[in-house]
């Protein structure tokens, strides 16, 4: 059974930062690109960041972009969202997903073909 589970979420003040991790098991996702998805509460999800599958592309949202930074560890298996200079409308729950043999580009839901149930990211003012 494939899955994708996020970890390290959590309560954190405004500035501060946190390192979300996705582990997958089932199956290698070494050969696909992975991404990181959010939706807070009401609103609809939205993409975050994505990248191939040798790190080589990285692609985020505009309003992440220079705060947040993803990676990968083949070797694990596991994607991470590194979060820096946390903003209250970065509360969400933060999804990690898997686009098969994607080019790391993208930000869109149905381009991916694997979801993690999710971690919440809180982020107090």
């Known amino acids: 059974q494939v899955q994708l589970v996020e970890s390290g979420g959590g309560l954190v003040q405004a500035g501060g930062s946190l390192r979300l991790s996705c582990a997958a098991s089932?199956?290698?996702?070494?050969?696909?690109?992975m991404g990181w998805f959010r939706q807070a509460l009401g609103e609809e999800r939205e993409f975050v960041a994505s990248i191939s599958w040798n790190g080589g592309t990285t692609y985020y949202a505009d309003s992440v972009k220079g705060r947040f930074t993803i990676s990968r560890d083949n070797a694990k298996n596991t994607v991470y969202l590194e979060m820096n200079s946390l903003k209250p409308e970065d509360t969400a729950v933060y999804y990690c997903?898997?686009?098969?043999?994607?080019?790391?580009?993208?930000?869109?839901?149905?381009?991916?073909?694997?979801w993690g149930q999710g971690t919440q990211v809180t982020v107090s003012s």
């Open positions: 089932g199956r290698t996702f070494s050969s696909d690109a």
């Open positions: 997903a898997a686009d098969l043999l994607g080019n790391g580009r993208g930000r869109r839901e149905y381009e991916y073909e694997y």
